[in-house]
């Protein structure tokens, strides 16, 4: 059996290592294809350490192949996450995706995922967003209206679309749902297996966690961290500097204007974030426009990027190589390990928006670090 994950590992916590070890259970002798997000993530945020790292972390705990998910997908909604995703792993031939969920039912998911195709369902979304209610909340009250379920947390919502590409890509591979065992934001740290955000947190302040992490990511997290915060200058300069903000990805031509005249009062991100927030626009939705904006990433690139161009390997054990070999004979993108295999819009993108990522390293040869992102080769174990 071949089995896809996709993830963010925004830090590798002990949470991700029993679901690694949970594939493992269900499926003796699997081969693990991971789908990692790398420099920007799906909720605005910039990674922790950085996608290298990463992938020695998940390769180190059991992992098979660790591919990274473009920027173009990783920082957008659940649809357009799962889109680029399930595309990657169509083209690996996973049989099963699993992935954690708080309801845990496949059925109910399944459901949801049906309903969400009819066009009662698009006209009660559009109903309640015209009352100023927020897309994620006018798609948890729309699925209670029709179904009576109430569903409501990023991981349950991103589950029902990978389910609804699955159907839509008509591919032949069956989602998985196991029990997702903490809240997902969750700022404080409970038991041993608690929330990325808590440890996040706790991180940010000095913080013992060792205990809430592999001891293999404990050691990388001793390294230069990267938070999303210390974007901020970069980020006031790049607003302060454009003349309209709303060609950049998800940024409304509303919004755009609240964002160029709440930056002169803030002082922080989280400040923000705050003076720019209103009942239509979430704290994840304004993170993800202010991470388009600081990289760029405009509405005219976006209709041009809509499907996965190529298949990026990040790095590979034994029983990964053994299977890239086999899948390379199959796989309609082209399965690549670096800038010099393709020419792709969405590969020149990417190479961008990592070097962006290392522009607020303290290391004195960040150049180093930019340079690397091109040079670099796949991990091997």
Same mark, same amino acid.
């Given at each position: ?85 399930? &595309? ?18 496949i059925e109910i998911l399944n459901k949801i995922a049906n309903v969400q195709n ?49 159907? #839509? &890509? ?8 196991i029990k997702r065992t903490n809240d997902f934001h969750d700022k404080k740290l ?21 205990q809430y992490v592999p001891e293999i990511c404990y050691n990388y997290l001793q ?6 915060? +210390? ?17 950049? &990805? ?29 009942? #239509? ?36 054990? +034994? ?63």
């Open positions: 059996m071949n089995i896809g994950i996709i993830c963010e590992y925004n830090p590798f916590h002990n949470g991700h290592l029993y679901h690694i070890n949970k594939v493992k259970e269900m499926y003796k002798d699997c081969n693990i294809i991971l789908v990692m997000s790398s420099s920007f993530l799906q909720r605005g945020d910039a990674s922790l350490i950085d996608k290298w790292d990463k992938t020695s972390i998940a390769l180190e705990y059991g992992v098979d192949i660790v591919i990274e998910l473009p920027f173009v997908f990783s920082t957008q909604s659940a649809d357009t996450f799962a889109r680029g995703a399930i &595309q990657i792993l169509k083209n690996m031939n996973v049989d099963a995706i699993v992935f954690g969920s708080e309801i845990n039912d009819e066009d009662s369902f698009n006209i009660s979304v559009q109903k309640y967003m015209s009352d100023g209610v927020n897309y994620p909340t006018a798609i948890s009250r729309t699925i209670k209206d029709m179904l009576n379920i109430k569903i409501d947390t990023p991981n349950d919502l991103l589950a029902v679309s990978y389910i609804k590409e699955i159907n #839509r &890509q008509n591919t032949n591979i069956k989602p998985i749902c409970n038991d041993t297996i608690t929330s990325a955000t808590s440890i996040r947190n706790a991180l940010r302040n000095n913080v013992d966690i060792k390294k230069e961290l990267y938070y999303t915060e +210390e974007y901020f200058d970069l980020l006031k300069y790049k607003i302060l500097s454009a003349s309209d903000l709303s060609i950049y &990805q998800t940024v409304d031509e509303g919004i755009g204007s609240r964002i160029k005249k709440m930056i002169l009062k803030s002082n922080s991100l989280d400040e923000l974030i705050e003076n720019v927030k209103t009942k #239509r626009y979430t704290h994840n939705k304004i993170k993800r426009m202010l991470i388009h904006i600081l990289c760029g990433f405009t509405k005219k690139q976006a209709l041009k990027m809509k499907n996965s161009e190529y298949i990026r390997i990040l790095g590979f054990n +034994e029983n990964g190589r053994i299977y890239l070999n086999k899948v390379k004979k199959t796989s309609k993108l082209p399965i690549i390990t670096g800038y010099s295999n393709i020419k792709s819009d969405i590969l020149d993108l990417e190479l961008k928006v990592s070097q962006i990522y290392y522009l607020v390293s303290k290391e004195k040869n960040k150049n180093y670090l930019m340079e690397l992102e091109y040079k670099h080769k796949p991990i091997i174990k």
